[in-house]
């Protein structure tokens, strides 16, 4: 898989577990709305405990995305600087693929 369908990939599962994340939340502030007018003490508790499960949902969702955006920069970094460090040796990996694809592409065997 290249890097740029990999990102598309990943960025296609962000956005997907972000939808539904952010559904889960409407569905349960929803429900919240929805059961405000009941009364009862057994109610009242279980819109308590959903609305303190909602929240902490919430905030580890927030650490969720701020751990992967960390770790995202990160690994940028990291291929950044072995890039500027590693040119030539970059140049050389490149190259050798270029060669093995030509030569696959060339040949007969490959193209059956």
């Not at 308590?48 to 970094?77: C, F, I, T």
């Not at 890039?83 to 050798?96: C, E, F, N, S, T």
Request: proline content about 1%; hydrophobic content about 40%; glycine content about 8%.
């Amino acid at each position: 898989m290249s890097v740029k369908n990999h990102r598309a990939n990943m960025s296609r599962q962000k956005e997907r577990v972000a939808f539904d994340v952010k559904d889960l939340m409407a569905g349960a502030e929803a429900l919240l709305r929805s059961t405000a007018a009941y009364t009862g003490e057994e109610i009242e508790d279980a819109r308590v405990k959903l609305q303190s499960q909602l929240q902490s949902a919430q905030e580890q969702a927030g650490q969720w995305n701020q751990l992967a955006k960390d770790r995202y920069r990160e690994a940028s970094d990291i291929a950044d600087e072995y890039v500027h460090d590693h040119p030539w040796g970059l140049l050389g990996i490149v190259a050798a693929l270029g060669v093995a694809a030509g030569l696959c592409l060339g040949s007969e065997k490959c193209r059956r």
